[in-house]
């Protein structure tokens, strides 16, 4: 009578279990690596309708943020700017520019720029601008080097952790008021957290860790 | 085994040639699972939506309405008035007529000169430039005209005026209504005040103990 299992059969549960090991610890990496908001939102850089670069507004023509976010200090959005804001000066610099046609059509009928918005935190997070750029949070914390950026892209993560590392050691962010619009301002670490300590003692900064104080 | 690993590595490798790195330029929106937390059936500011005809979820105010709100802050003489009042304050008027009122209608206190300079620095340098006298960085980018704020016909000119100008525009220049509290307006104007005045001083306006001190 011959074996009812041939041979090699013998080795069978080895190598399930082995190829189950390799398979589950490849996908779990995998899980790890990629379903974080690390690389699901960094790095997101969509095609805007109008090419619109903050690196020559900003950097090389020195506007300041507030010329056109004129609301973040007293709004939590951070507006998009009105056509006319543009106009303030292209109405006569590249005034018959196409690249800008959709802004002097938006001028003109007052039909919205469909502009893609990049950073979206979820609508149970009640983000504020307004209270962060008037405590010294500037807008490299959130936004990285948006001032160097030809095509605005997602910098950071913006997830919960990435908001509670800063409201667990807010000295580490918090600056020079004057500087929180100043993008390339920079500098080392001891004296960073010289002055972040000083501040958030000086301004009784509460950088709540509640639930409540996100999710409302 | 020996069929499966170089499958197995060769699935991981087009994963990864997809996916891509952490960081790297992503076109499309991040990828949302279950997001009908994250995502809810709210208008967000500045956001379109299809139920308005003009498809804004942010309503414009209807022609003809004034906010009420609040009194305007820093009124001379603690006086107390609103949005909707005929006075010099919302108008730059007279009450009760069309000549331009005289002088600045708003308290004049070290606190407004900084936030005009503040203010001037981020609306009015671009053009006007940091000196206000029209050499703006916008003038090396095809700027035709730009006033220089030292002219006599602006030094001339009554706050009201000026307030009016900076409200709605004149010439070329837009108006700054939208960007600029009526509060801050006021102080943009007694800050521009002293810029022309550092221009118009002669030696006798010092006191005589700081004379020797200048550089002539």
Not at chain 1, 102 to 115: A, D, F, M, Y
Not at chain 2, 56 to 62: D, E, F, P, Y
Request: glycine share 6%; with cysteine.
């Amino acid at each position: 009578m011959s074996d009812i299992f041939p041979k090699w059969t013998n080795k069978l549960p080895t190598r399930v279990i082995a190829g189950a090991l390799i398979a589950g610890s490849t996908v779990l990496a995998g899980i790890t690596y990629y379903a974080t908001p690390k690389y699901t939102r960094v790095g997101y850089q969509p095609v805007q309708p109008v090419a619109f670069s903050h690196a020559i507004h900003v950097d090389q023509v020195g506007l300041d943020c507030r010329y056109c976010h004129n609301g973040v200090e007293k709004s939590w959005y951070s507006n998009v700017p009105a056509a006319s804001t543009c106009m303030n000066c292209h109405n006569q610099i590249l005034a018959n520019d196409p690249k800008l046609a959709l802004v002097r059509e938006s001028h003109n009928t007052g039909k919205p720029i469909p502009w893609v918005q990049i950073h979206k935190t979820p609508d149970y997070v009640y983000f504020n601008h307004s209270v962060h750029v008037n405590r010294g949070v500037s807008c490299f914390s959130c936004h990285g080097e948006i001032n160097k950026m030809d095509e605005v892209r997602h910098a950071q993560p913006l997830s919960m952790g990435f908001c509670l590392d800063c409201h667990r050691n807010p000295e580490k962010q918090i600056r020079p008021p004057e500087q929180v619009f100043n993008l390339n301002w920079r500098t080392n670490e001891a004296a960073q957290l010289q002055l972040g300590e000083k501040f958030v003692h000086d301004w009784k900064v509460n950088s709540s860790q509640n639930c409540s104080a996100c999710h409302r | 085994m020996r069929y499966f690993l170089p499958i197995w590595i060769l699935i991981t490798a087009v994963a990864v040639g997809v996916l891509g790195f952490r960081g790297s330029i992503l076109r499309k929106p991040p990828l949302e699972f279950f997001n009908d937390m994250d995502r809810q059936m709210k208008l967000r500011p500045q956001a379109p939506h299809e139920f308005f005809r003009d498809n804004r979820a942010s309503r414009l105010a209807v022609a003809g309405t004034v906010a009420r709100s609040e009194p305007r802050h820093n009124v001379s003489a603690g006086a107390v008035v609103y949005s909707y009042e005929d006075h010099p304050v919302n108008t730059g008027r007279v009450t009760g007529t069309t000549n331009w009122v005289e002088l600045n209608p708003t308290v004049i206190d070290a606190q407004s000169m900084a936030r005009g300079r503040q203010r001037f620095e981020i609306n009015c340098t671009p053009c006007h430039g940091p000196l206000g006298d029209g050499n703006g960085v916008t003038k090396k980018l095809g700027m035709a005209v730009v006033a220089t704020l030292h002219d006599p016909r602006i030094v001339k000119m009554t706050d009201g005026e000026l307030f009016h100008v900076i409200s709605n525009g004149r010439n070329l220049m837009g108006p700054y209504a939208a960007q600029l509290d009526v509060e801050d307006r006021w102080a943009v104007i007694s800050y521009l005040r002293a810029l022309q005045l550092s221009r118009l001083g002669s030696l006798e306006d010092v006191p005589a103990q700081f004379r020797a001190t200048l550089n002539k």
